[in-house]
C-alpha cells in the first residue's frame, strides 16, 4: 500500500457537508449518497458510529488489521465503528449509499425481536461481507428514489427504514457474522468492547479521546477502565503494540520502512525511527537486515 492521508472522521465529514454529500438524517441516523473524488489511492478514516456501505458503481478496498475486503458493485458491506484504510481504483468513480447507525440504535431495534438463536461469538471481523439478497437490494434502491428528487422522508419513516434495514439484514441466515456481533452489542459487557476496539484499531494514529469515544466512554472513565483491564497506561500499550506490530512486518513482509511506520499507526516516519531503535537496538533497515542474517 502507499503512503494514507492523515486519518480523518468519515462520519463527521460528511454530516458537515450537506452540499457536497446529499443526506438524511434523524438524530445520530445519516444516510447519504457519497461519490468518492478521485484524489488520494489510500486514505485513513474511522467512525464512531457502525456503518453499512451498499456500492451503486465502482470498486474499493477496505484495510483493517485482519485482512483486506474487495467491495464492488453490488456488494454490501457493515464496518464496525473504528478505524480503516481504504484504498481507491482509477478507473471508475466510486458511488454508494451509506448508513450510519449508532450502536445504541441497532440494540433498541433488535432488542425485542432478536432471536434467541442468533450465533455467538468471542472475535468480530472489522468488515463484515452482507448477502446482498433481492429484499435487501430493494431496500437499497427503494432508498435512492428519495435522493433522485431530494425530497427527505418523514423523520418517522426514516427512522422506520433504518430498522428496516437491520430486520431484514439479520433475517438472512448467511448473514451469521452480523448475527452473532449484533449479539454481542445486545449481551456483551461493556468490558469486552473496550478490549474489542483496542485490539482492532490499535494500528491507526487515533488520540486518545478518540478511542475513548470509540469505547462510549469519558476520557478519564477510558483511562480508568483501561488501566483496570491491562495494568498500564493507553499510551504504553498502545506503544507496545505498535512497535511489535512493526517488528513483524519489518520481518516478514518486504513492505518499505515508511509503510511499516504508517501501518503500524506511527504519525511520522522519524518518530517510528527514533522509537523503534530505542526499543530494538536498531534502526528499522539495520535491525531487518540482522534478521535475515
Request: aromatic share 14%.
Amino acid at each position: 500500500m502507499a503512503e494514507p492521508s492523515p486519518i480523518y472522521n468519515f462520519y463527521h465529514v460528511i454530516r458537515q457537508q450537506p452540499m457536497r454529500y446529499r443526506q438524511f438524517t434523524f438524530d445520530e441516523l445519516l444516510i447519504a449518497e457519497f461519490s468518492c473524488p478521485l484524489e488520494s489511492d489510500l486514505q485513513a478514516m474511522w467512525s464512531h458510529h457502525n456503518y453499512f456501505v451498499y456500492v451503486l458503481d465502482g470498486k474499493k478496498r477496505w484495510h483493517t488489521h485482519s485482512g483486506a475486503y474487495d467491495v464492488l458493485k453490488g456488494n454490501c458491506i457493515f464496518v464496525r465503528k473504528g478505524a480503516t484504510f481504504v484504498e481507491q481504483f482509477f478507473d471508475a468513480e466510486f458511488c454508494v449509499i451509506l448508513l450510519f447507525l449508532p450502536d445504541e440504535f441497532i440494540c433498541d431495534a433488535l432488542r425485542a425481536v432478536a432471536p434467541q438463536e442468533f450465533p455467538r461469538q468471542e472475535t468480530h471481523a472489522p468488515v463484515l461481507p452482507i448477502e446482498t439478497d433481492a429484499t435487501l437490494e430493494a431496500f437499497f434502491h427503494s432508498m435512492m428514489s428519495y435522493f433522485a428528487r431530494m425530497q427527505p422522508p418523514d423523520r418517522a419513516l426514516l427512522e422506520l427504514k433504518f430498522r428496516e434495514l437491520l430486520l431484514t439484514a439479520t433475517a438472512n441466515p448467511k448473514n451469521r457474522e452480523l448475527q452473532a456481533y449484533f449479539c454481542s452489542l445486545l449481551k456483551g459487557p461493556q468490558a469486552s468492547t473496550l478490549r474489542q476496539v483496542m485490539e482492532s484499531n490499535f494500528c491507526f494514529n487515533l488520540s486518545l479521546e478518540e478511542y475513548a469515544q470509540l469505547c462510549s466512554r469519558s476520557l478519564s472513565a477510558f483511562k480508568r477502565d483501561f488501566q483496570k483491564m491491562y495494568g498500564t497506561t493507553p499510551g504504553k500499550w498502545l506503544l507496545g503494540k505498535r512497535l511489535a506490530l512493526a517488528g513483524e512486518l519489518m520481518r516478514n513482509t518486504d513492505k518499505t520502512v515508511s509503510e511499516v511506520a504508517y501501518e503500524s499507526g506511527f504519525e511520522n516516519l522519524s518518530h517510528f525511527s527514533r522509537v523503534f531503535r530505542s526499543h530494538f537496538g536498531a534502526a528499522p533497515a539495520a535491525w531487518r537486515s540482522r534478521q535475515a542474517v
